[in-house]
Protein backbone atom coordinates (compact mmCIF):
# COMPACT_ATOMS: atom_id res chain seq x y z
CA UNK A 1 0.00 0.00 0.00
CA UNK A 2 1.43 3.19 -0.78
CA UNK A 3 1.60 6.49 0.88
CA UNK A 4 -1.14 9.05 -0.23
CA UNK A 5 0.93 12.17 -1.22
CA UNK A 6 0.03 15.74 0.04
CA UNK A 7 0.00 18.31 -2.63
CA UNK A 8 1.68 21.89 -2.30
CA UNK A 9 -2.13 23.37 -2.18
CA UNK A 10 -2.85 20.91 -0.11
CA UNK A 11 -0.13 21.41 2.44
CA UNK A 12 -1.00 25.20 2.14
CA UNK A 13 -4.92 24.20 2.89
CA UNK A 14 -3.33 22.24 6.07
CA UNK A 15 -1.09 24.92 7.27
CA UNK A 16 -4.28 26.87 7.28
CA UNK A 17 -4.95 25.05 10.72
CA UNK A 18 -2.68 27.41 12.53
CA UNK A 19 -4.73 30.31 12.56
CA UNK A 20 -6.56 28.71 15.12
CA UNK A 21 -4.19 29.16 17.70
CA UNK A 22 -2.78 32.33 16.61
CA UNK A 23 -6.15 33.75 16.81
CA UNK A 24 -6.50 33.05 19.99
CA UNK A 25 -2.73 33.61 20.79
CA UNK A 26 -3.94 36.79 19.56
CA UNK A 27 -7.12 37.54 21.13
CA UNK A 28 -5.87 36.99 24.86
CA UNK A 29 -2.96 38.71 23.86
CA UNK A 30 -0.48 35.68 24.97
CA UNK A 31 2.78 37.90 23.34
CA UNK A 32 2.85 34.50 20.83
CA UNK A 33 1.60 35.76 17.73
CA UNK A 34 4.69 36.69 16.51
CA UNK A 35 6.84 33.87 17.59
CA UNK A 36 4.41 31.53 16.21
CA UNK A 37 4.36 32.87 12.87
CA UNK A 38 8.21 32.76 12.55
CA UNK A 39 8.27 29.14 13.94
CA UNK A 40 6.01 28.07 11.11
CA UNK A 41 8.16 29.51 9.19
CA UNK A 42 10.94 28.36 10.36
CA UNK A 43 9.57 24.91 10.14
CA UNK A 44 8.76 24.97 6.65
CA UNK A 45 11.43 26.56 5.05
CA UNK A 46 13.55 24.18 7.42
CA UNK A 47 12.09 21.34 6.93
CA UNK A 48 12.04 21.62 3.22
CA UNK A 49 15.95 22.04 3.34
CA UNK A 50 16.34 18.56 5.53
CA UNK A 51 14.11 16.98 3.06
CA UNK A 52 16.23 18.25 0.27
CA UNK A 53 19.61 17.11 2.23
CA UNK A 54 18.18 13.85 2.85
CA UNK A 55 17.07 13.12 -0.81
CA UNK A 56 20.91 13.32 -1.47
CA UNK A 57 21.94 11.38 1.57
CA UNK A 58 19.86 8.94 0.85
CA UNK A 59 20.94 8.39 -2.63
CA UNK A 60 24.55 8.57 -1.82
CA UNK A 61 24.32 6.62 1.08
CA UNK A 62 28.20 7.19 2.35
CA UNK A 63 29.11 6.34 5.71
CA UNK A 64 31.31 9.15 5.98
CA UNK A 65 28.61 11.86 4.71
CA UNK A 66 26.26 9.96 7.35
CA UNK A 67 28.31 10.48 10.23
CA UNK A 68 29.21 13.96 9.61
CA UNK A 69 25.30 14.58 9.18
CA UNK A 70 24.51 13.55 12.97
CA UNK A 71 27.72 15.69 13.83
CA UNK A 72 25.82 18.47 12.63
CA UNK A 73 22.59 17.60 14.49
CA UNK A 74 25.16 17.48 17.29
CA UNK A 75 26.74 20.75 17.29
CA UNK A 76 23.33 22.20 16.43
CA UNK A 77 21.68 20.66 19.63
CA UNK A 78 24.47 21.65 21.91
CA UNK A 79 23.81 25.44 20.55
CA UNK A 80 20.49 25.02 21.29
CA UNK A 81 20.61 23.74 24.85
CA UNK A 82 23.49 26.37 25.64
CA UNK A 83 21.07 29.16 23.79
CA UNK A 84 17.68 28.09 25.85
CA UNK A 85 19.33 27.20 29.21
CA UNK A 86 21.37 30.15 29.63
CA UNK A 87 24.19 28.58 31.04
CA UNK A 88 27.63 29.62 30.19
CA UNK A 89 29.65 28.25 27.32
CA UNK A 90 32.89 27.74 29.20
CA UNK A 91 30.73 25.18 31.64
CA UNK A 92 28.78 23.15 29.28
CA UNK A 93 30.22 23.21 25.58
CA UNK A 94 32.41 20.00 26.14
CA UNK A 95 29.94 18.38 28.59
CA UNK A 96 27.24 18.69 26.09
CA UNK A 97 29.30 17.73 23.32
CA UNK A 98 30.29 14.71 25.03
CA UNK A 99 27.13 13.92 26.29
CA UNK A 100 25.42 13.80 23.21
CA UNK A 101 27.87 11.86 21.12
CA UNK A 102 28.37 9.22 23.85
CA UNK A 103 24.70 8.59 23.79
CA UNK A 104 23.75 8.62 20.56
CA UNK A 105 27.06 6.45 19.89
CA UNK A 106 26.21 3.54 22.61
CA UNK A 107 22.09 3.32 21.70
CA UNK A 108 22.19 4.26 18.58
CA UNK A 109 24.91 1.81 17.83
CA UNK A 110 23.34 -0.79 20.52
CA UNK A 111 19.69 -0.88 18.55
CA UNK A 112 20.88 -0.90 14.96
CA UNK A 113 23.62 -3.56 15.28
CA UNK A 114 22.18 -5.19 18.02
CA UNK A 115 18.37 -5.33 18.16
CA UNK A 116 18.17 -4.75 14.17
CA UNK A 117 21.35 -6.72 13.13
CA UNK A 118 22.18 -4.69 10.47
CA UNK A 119 25.05 -5.29 8.35
CA UNK A 120 25.82 -1.90 7.82
CA UNK A 121 24.46 0.06 11.00
CA UNK A 122 25.77 3.05 9.07
CA UNK A 123 23.15 2.66 5.91
CA UNK A 124 21.37 6.07 6.03
CA UNK A 125 17.61 4.93 5.60
CA UNK A 126 18.04 3.77 9.69
CA UNK A 127 21.10 5.58 10.95
CA UNK A 128 20.27 8.87 10.11
CA UNK A 129 16.81 8.84 11.74
CA UNK A 130 17.56 6.79 13.96
CA UNK A 131 20.53 8.96 14.91
CA UNK A 132 17.49 12.35 14.81
CA UNK A 133 14.86 10.90 17.13
CA UNK A 134 17.58 10.34 19.90
CA UNK A 135 19.05 13.73 19.55
CA UNK A 136 15.55 15.57 19.29
CA UNK A 137 14.71 13.81 23.05
CA UNK A 138 18.33 14.09 24.32
CA UNK A 139 17.87 17.83 23.54
CA UNK A 140 14.37 18.40 25.25
CA UNK A 141 15.57 16.41 28.07
CA UNK A 142 18.97 18.28 28.54
CA UNK A 143 17.00 22.13 28.66
CA UNK A 144 14.89 20.95 31.41
CA UNK A 145 17.06 18.75 33.54
CA UNK A 146 20.61 21.28 33.65
CA UNK A 147 17.79 24.12 34.07
CA UNK A 148 16.15 22.21 37.13
CA UNK A 149 19.77 21.32 38.09
CA UNK A 150 21.45 24.84 38.14
CA UNK A 151 18.46 26.46 39.31
CA UNK A 152 17.89 24.78 42.30
CA UNK A 153 20.98 24.89 42.92
CA UNK A 154 21.47 28.56 42.89
CA UNK A 155 18.53 28.96 44.52
CA UNK A 156 19.38 26.82 47.41
CA UNK A 157 22.62 27.41 48.18
CA UNK A 158 22.74 27.35 51.75
CA UNK A 159 21.21 23.86 51.14
CA UNK A 160 24.42 22.58 49.37
CA UNK A 161 27.01 24.36 51.30
CA UNK A 162 25.23 23.19 54.24
CA UNK A 163 26.37 19.37 53.06
CA UNK A 164 29.66 20.78 52.61
CA UNK A 165 30.40 21.96 55.62
CA UNK A 166 29.22 18.51 57.42
CA UNK A 167 31.80 16.72 55.56
CA UNK A 168 29.70 15.72 51.88
CA UNK A 169 31.26 15.55 49.11
CA UNK A 170 30.32 17.60 45.71
CA UNK A 171 28.54 14.74 44.80
CA UNK A 172 27.16 13.63 47.57
CA UNK A 173 25.93 17.71 48.10
CA UNK A 174 24.75 17.75 44.82
CA UNK A 175 22.20 14.66 44.82
CA UNK A 176 19.08 16.01 45.64
CA UNK A 177 19.60 18.52 43.02
CA UNK A 178 20.31 15.56 40.78
CA UNK A 179 17.01 13.89 41.33
CA UNK A 180 15.11 17.00 40.98
CA UNK A 181 16.49 17.14 37.51
CA UNK A 182 15.94 13.65 36.90
CA UNK A 183 12.37 13.65 38.41
CA UNK A 184 11.43 17.52 36.09
CA UNK A 185 13.21 15.63 33.04
CA UNK A 186 12.35 12.05 32.67
CA UNK A 187 8.02 12.53 34.31
CA UNK A 188 6.62 13.36 31.36
CA UNK A 189 8.47 10.37 29.00
CA UNK A 190 7.41 7.82 31.84
CA UNK A 191 4.26 8.98 32.20
CA UNK A 192 3.50 8.85 28.64
CA UNK A 193 4.88 5.71 27.89
CA UNK A 194 2.71 4.21 30.86
CA UNK A 195 -0.59 5.20 29.04
CA UNK A 196 0.83 4.37 24.99
CA UNK A 197 -1.76 3.23 22.94
CA UNK A 198 -4.48 3.64 25.45
CA UNK A 199 -4.96 7.29 25.85
CA UNK A 200 -2.87 8.68 22.38
CA UNK A 201 -0.68 6.45 19.04
CA UNK A 202 2.60 7.48 19.27
CA UNK A 203 3.77 9.32 16.05
CA UNK A 204 5.90 6.59 14.98
CA UNK A 205 3.86 4.30 14.59
CA UNK A 206 1.22 6.20 13.09
CA UNK A 207 3.18 7.35 10.26
CA UNK A 208 4.63 4.05 9.59
CA UNK A 209 1.75 2.89 9.74
CA UNK A 210 0.69 5.92 7.12
CA UNK A 211 3.50 4.69 4.96
CA UNK A 212 2.57 0.85 4.68
CA UNK A 213 3.95 -0.88 7.02
CA UNK A 214 1.61 -3.33 8.67
CA UNK A 215 0.25 -2.49 12.62
CA UNK A 216 2.64 -5.40 14.37
CA UNK A 217 5.69 -4.28 12.94
CA UNK A 218 4.95 -0.24 13.28
CA UNK A 219 4.35 -1.14 17.00
CA UNK A 220 7.71 -2.79 17.68
CA UNK A 221 9.49 -0.20 16.56
CA UNK A 222 7.39 2.08 18.67
CA UNK A 223 8.31 0.20 21.27
CA UNK A 224 12.39 0.38 20.58
CA UNK A 225 11.88 4.26 19.85
CA UNK A 226 10.26 4.61 23.23
CA UNK A 227 13.03 2.54 25.27
CA UNK A 228 16.19 4.17 23.34
CA UNK A 229 15.17 7.31 23.42
CA UNK A 230 14.65 7.15 27.39
CA UNK A 231 18.08 5.29 27.57
CA UNK A 232 19.65 7.66 25.57
CA UNK A 233 18.55 10.70 26.92
CA UNK A 234 19.04 9.35 30.93
CA UNK A 235 23.03 8.61 29.48
CA UNK A 236 23.32 12.01 27.70
CA UNK A 237 22.32 13.98 30.63
CA UNK A 238 24.63 11.99 33.30
CA UNK A 239 27.11 12.17 31.68
CA UNK A 240 26.19 16.05 30.69
CA UNK A 241 26.22 16.68 34.40
CA UNK A 242 29.06 14.60 35.55
CA UNK A 243 31.35 16.48 33.09
CA UNK A 244 29.44 20.23 33.72
CA UNK A 245 29.84 19.59 37.61
CA UNK A 246 34.13 19.44 37.34
CA UNK A 247 33.64 23.06 35.56
CA UNK A 248 31.01 24.61 38.68
CA UNK A 249 33.07 24.07 41.74
CA UNK A 250 36.36 25.36 42.77
CA UNK A 251 38.62 23.09 45.13
CA UNK A 252 37.09 23.95 48.02
CA UNK A 253 33.47 23.21 46.75
CA UNK A 254 32.62 26.32 46.50
CA UNK A 255 30.04 27.05 43.28
CA UNK A 256 31.02 29.05 40.61
CA UNK A 257 28.03 30.94 39.07
CA UNK A 258 26.82 28.94 35.94
CA UNK A 259 24.73 31.34 34.44
CA UNK A 260 26.26 33.81 31.44
Known sequence: ???TDISNISMLLGLLLMALPIYFFGKYNTGMVKS???AVVRMVVQLQLVGLYLKYLFLWDNPLLNIAWVLIM???ATETSLTRTKL???VMMIPLLVGFITAALLIGG???GIVLKLDNIFDAQYFIPILGILMGNMLGVNV????????NL??????YYYLIGNGATIDEATAPFVRQALTRAFSPAIANMAVMGLVALPGTMIGQILGGSSPDVAIKY??????ITISASIISLMSTLYLSKRASFDAMGRIIEPFK
Open 1 to 3: MQT
Open 36 to 38: TII
Open 74 to 76: VVV
Open 88 to 90: KRS
Open 110 to 112: YFL
Open 144 to 151: IGLNTFYY
Open 154 to 159: MREKSC
Open 222 to 227: QMMIIV
